[in-house]
Structures are given as structure tokens and as C-alpha cells.
């Protein structure tokens, strides 16, 4: 957790503000159970409670360290890992020396942990929990308490994990519903930068090369024109899906436009990202969409260099599309190096640079249309 964005701070990166909550949750979780244990430290103490008062000493350390790294640092230190073994030793211990006074105590730990970890490790660490539980209290109370414990600690673990589980899925669907565009599955433009700066940086530390391939539809509006916003839909669609199907694992495809889509090769050189680029090209064109529907696509290649911003690289690309649509369509461009300072990321301002022409199909008439 060493990444985030607390609540109330801008950022159009979905990945981030769940972040950000979930420190803000860390950190007000161990801060009120640093509250409410601190002062049974001298509680124990007064009682001759050494041990558990000892205990709940390093209860309380670990829950102002994680507080002081989450607030200097932004960092969870030992992601959390101490609090459950703390919080099953302290509740186990307290039970079995003070009775129901320490078994109050298991039931808000048992549901925290469900807060502070992993959904598995969370599973795990209340398997145990209520298994220790379950000895002490049936070395401590009579058999009716026993079962009375062991079956409502063991319901609000259940229930715990039940909410857990479905906060978890509403989490990951809310994230892909912010990040993926609707109609094509392919990702939207909240994820771009991070995603460029991300490959940037990649070439800043590692030497590692990455290329990015703009792709925009030929004449999409005449598309919807003639045969409806529905027939360009299911259109998009397809091509998206053809796209993606000769993608490798780790590439990723962006629709950053009405017809107008990227995809991000990581660790790619310019040559090979070339040769994709005429495949996919070839894909979409080979065979008609909807049975009838002839489409061809232009291209443009940009790879990163050293120095620039994510905003320039992909100026760069789309002047070489522009380049493509200007040179009769339907074929790739390369997109020059980059000579100009950065341009604003809410539009990327084209540049009628000449720029080299790679490899071209049959050209296609009439004037010629922004990508």
C-alpha cells in the first residue's frame, strides 16, 4: 500500500481512490483499537496480569507503527501481518485467564481481521481464531457456554466474510465498470496515463523499449449514415474483438475515441510493432463486418524515447495517424522523433510535419477525415 489516494483527493484512476480508502480503514481501525486497548494495559497490570499486560503492549506498538507509517510513509508496515497473531494470542490468553471479561474481546478482533486482509488470509486466520477459541472455552466454561460460543463466534465470522466477499465483487466490478469502455471491453482513457508513464518509466530505468499502435476506422461516419448507430456499434465491437484476439497477454487495447482505439506494447521495438500493425490492419479488412459491411482502418506507430512525456509520445502517434489519413488511408505510418515540448493531454495538438510513409493498401478517395 505504498500508492494511494485518500478520500477527497482528485484522481481519475479507480485503482488509486480504493486505495486511498483502504488506508483511510487501516488506519482508523488501528487507531481506535490502539484507543480501546491502551489503557487496559494498566488494567491487567493492576490485576497481576503480567503476561497479557505484556501482550497488549506489543498490541499497542504494532498499532502506532502502523499508524506512523501510514501517516509518514503511506506505507502498512508488515502489511498488517502482526494484528491477527496479536489479536488470537491476546483474546485466546484474556479468555482463559479472565473469562467472558476476555471473551468480548474475540468477536470485534475475529471481524477486523476481514478488514485488514486478504479475503483468503482472512479465511484463514478466523479458522484458526475460532478453532483456539473453541479449546479455551471448553477448558473454560461449562459445555452449554461452549457450544453458546463456539457457534456465535463462528456465525459472525461467517457473516463477516459474506459481507467481505460482496463488498470485494462490488469493488472489482465498480473498477472494471470505471476503467472499460461499455460497448468494446476494451479499456477507457482513465487508465492512460498511468498506463504510458508507467512504460516510460519502464524505458527510464530498465532500457526497456515500448511501442504504442493508433488505429482509426476509414470513413466510420459514412458507416453510421448508411446503415445506423446500431450496425456501427456492433462494427466497433467486432474490431475490437479481432484486435484483441492477436494481442499477447500483456498488451493492452484502449478505445480512446468514437472510432479511434490504441494499443500499448510493452517491450516492443518499432519494427515489430510494425509488423503488427499490418496485421491488424490486414484482420480488419480481410472480411466484411455484419456479413456485408466492407471496413478498412489506418495506423500509426510511435515509439517511446528517452526524456519525453506520455503526452508527447502520443501526439507524436496521432500526428503520424493524421499523417496516414492525409496520405489516402488504409495503410501505416511511423511518427517522427520527437522535436516539439510537451502538448496539453486533453487534446493532442497535430503538427503537418512530413513524416515517413511505411507501407500502404489501396488508397481510398475523397477528403480526407480526422482520426
Same mark, same amino acid.
Given at each position: 500500500?505504498?500508492?494511494?489516494?485518500?478520500?477527497?483527493?482528485? +484522481?481519475?484512476?479507480?485503482? /488509486?481512490?480504493?486505495? !486511498?480508502?483502504?488506508?483511510?480503514?487501516?488506519?482508523?481501525?488501528?487507531?481506535?483499537?490502539?484507543?480501546?486497548?491502551?489503557?487496559?494495559?494498566?488494567?491487567?497490570?493492576?490485576?497481576?496480569?503480567?503476561?497479557?499486560?505484556?501482550?497488549?503492549?506489543?498490541?499497542?506498538?504494532?498499532?502506532?507503527?502502523?499508524?506512523?507509517?501510514?501517516?509518514?510513509?503511506?506505507?502498512?508496515?508488515?502489511?498488517?501481518?502482526?494484528?491477527?497473531?496479536?489479536?488470537?494470542?491476546?483474546?485466546?490468553? =484474556?479468555?482463559?485467564?479472565?473469562?467472558?471479561?476476555?471473551?468480548?474481546?474475540?468477536?470485534?478482533?475475529?471481524?477486523?481481521?476481514?478488514?485488514?486482509?486478504?479475503?483468503?488470509?482472512?479465511?484463514?486466520?478466523?479458522?484458526?481464531?475460532?478453532?483456539?477459541?473453541?479449546?479455551?472455552?471448553?477448558?473454560?466454561?461449562?459445555?452449554?457456554?461452549?457450544?453458546?460460543? +463456539?457457534? =456465535?463466534? !463462528?456465525? #459472525?465470522?461467517? $457473516?463477516?466474510?459474506? $459481507?467481505?466477499?460482496?463488498?470485494?465483487?462490488?469493488?472489482?466490478?465498480? +473498477?472494471?465498470?470505471?476503467?472499460?469502455?461499455?460497448?468494446?471491453?476494451?479499456?477507457?482513457?482513465?487508465?492512460?496515463?498511468?498506463? /504510458?508513464? #508507467?512504460? %516510460?518509466?519502464?524505458?527510464?530505468?530498465?532500457?526497456?523499449? &515500448? &511501442?504504442? @499502435?493508433?488505429?482509426?476506422?476509414?470513413?466510420?461516419?459514412? %458507416?453510421?449514415?448508411?446503415?445506423?448507430?446500431?450496425?456501427?456499434?456492433?462494427?466497433?465491437?467486432?474490431?475490437?474483438?479481432?484486435?484483441?484476439?492477436?494481442?499477447?497477454?500483456?498488451?493492452?487495447?484502449?478505445?480512446?475515441?468514437?472510432?479511434?482505439?490504441?494499443?500499448?506494447?510493452?517491450?516492443?521495438?518499432?519494427?515489430?510493432?510494425?509488423?503488427?500493425?499490418?496485421?491488424?490492419? *490486414?484482420?480488419? &479488412?480481410?472480411?466484411?463486418? /455484419?456479413?456485408?459491411?466492407?471496413?478498412?482502418? #489506418?495506423?500509426?506507430?510511435?515509439? @517511446?524515447?528517452?526524456?519525453?512525456?506520455?503526452?508527447?509520445?502520443?501526439?507524436?502517434?496521432?500526428?503520424?495517424?493524421?499523417?496516414?489519413?492525409?496520405? !489516402?488511408?488504409?495503410?501505416?505510418?511511423?511518427?517522427?522523433?520527437?522535436?516539439?515540448?510537451?502538448?496539453?493531454?486533453?487534446?493532442?495538438?497535430? =503538427?503537418?510535419?512530413?513524416?515517413?510513409?511505411?507501407?500502404?493498401?489501396?488508397?481510398? &478517395?475523397? +477528403?480526407?477525415? *480526422?482520426?
Amino acid at each position: 500500500m505504498n500508492q494511494s489516494a485518500p478520500p477527497g483527493t482528485a +484522481t481519475t484512476n479507480p485503482t /488509486l481512490a480504493v486505495l !486511498g480508502f483502504r488506508r483511510q480503514l487501516v488506519y482508523h481501525l488501528h487507531f481506535w483499537a490502539f484507543i480501546a486497548v491502551a489503557p487496559l494495559v494498566m488494567v491487567q497490570w493492576q490485576h497481576g496480569n503480567l503476561l497479557l499486560s505484556a501482550l497488549l503492549v506489543f498490541f499497542c506498538a504494532n498499532a502506532a507503527l502502523v499508524l506512523l507509517f501510514l501517516r509518514f510513509r503511506n506505507t502498512y508496515f508488515l502489511k498488517g501481518r502482526l494484528f491477527p497473531l496479536l489479536a488470537v494470542v491476546c483474546a485466546a490468553y =484474556s479468555t482463559a485467564i479472565n473469562g467472558h471479561a476476555g471473551l468480548y474481546w474475540a468477536y470485534p478482533a475475529a471481524i477486523a481481521l476481514f478488514f485488514l486482509l486478504p479475503l483468503k488470509e482472512a479465511i484463514v486466520c478466523n479458522v484458526i481464531f475460532v478453532a483456539v477459541m473453541a479449546v479455551v472455552s471448553f477448558l473454560q466454561f461449562p459445555e452449554a457456554d461452549f457450544w453458546r460460543i +463456539t457457534f =456465535s463466534l !463462528g456465525l #459472525s465470522c461467517l $457473516f463477516a466474510m459474506i $459481507f467481505a466477499w460482496l463488498v470485494g465483487r462490488l469493488q472489482q466490478e465498480l +473498477t472494471r465498470l470505471a476503467t472499460t469502455d461499455p460497448l468494446t471491453g476494451c479499456l477507457n482513457r482513465s487508465q492512460l496515463a498511468d498506463v /504510458l508513464n #508507467s512504460q %516510460i518509466q519502464m524505458r527510464e530505468r530498465y532500457e526497456r523499449v &515500448s &511501442s504504442l @499502435v493508433l488505429i482509426d476506422l476509414d470513413y466510420f461516419k459514412n %458507416i453510421n449514415d448508411q446503415w445506423g448507430h446500431l450496425a456501427g456499434d456492433r462494427v466497433l465491437k467486432e474490431m475490437a474483438g479481432r484486435v484483441r484476439k492477436r494481442l499477447r497477454q500483456n498488451d493492452q487495447l484502449f478505445r480512446i475515441g468514437g472510432e479511434e482505439f490504441m494499443v500499448v506494447l510493452p517491450e516492443t521495438r518499432q519494427k515489430d510493432a510494425h509488423t503488427l500493425a499490418q496485421q491488424l490492419l *490486414t484482420s480488419i &479488412s480481410a472480411r466484411p463486418f /455484419l456479413d456485408d459491411i466492407r471496413v478498412t482502418a #489506418s495506423a500509426s506507430i510511435a515509439e @517511446v524515447e528517452r526524456g519525453e512525456t506520455w503526452s508527447v509520445w502520443l501526439n507524436r502517434a496521432d500526428q503520424a495517424l493524421y499523417e496516414a489519413k492525409a496520405r !489516402g488511408r488504409n495503410q501505416v505510418v511511423l511518427a517522427p522523433a520527437s522535436r516539439q515540448p510537451p502538448m496539453p493531454p486533453e487534446r493532442w495538438q497535430r =503538427s503537418p510535419a512530413p513524416l515517413q510513409p511505411v507501407s500502404s493498401g489501396p488508397a481510398a &478517395s475523397g +477528403t480526407p477525415d *480526422t482520426p
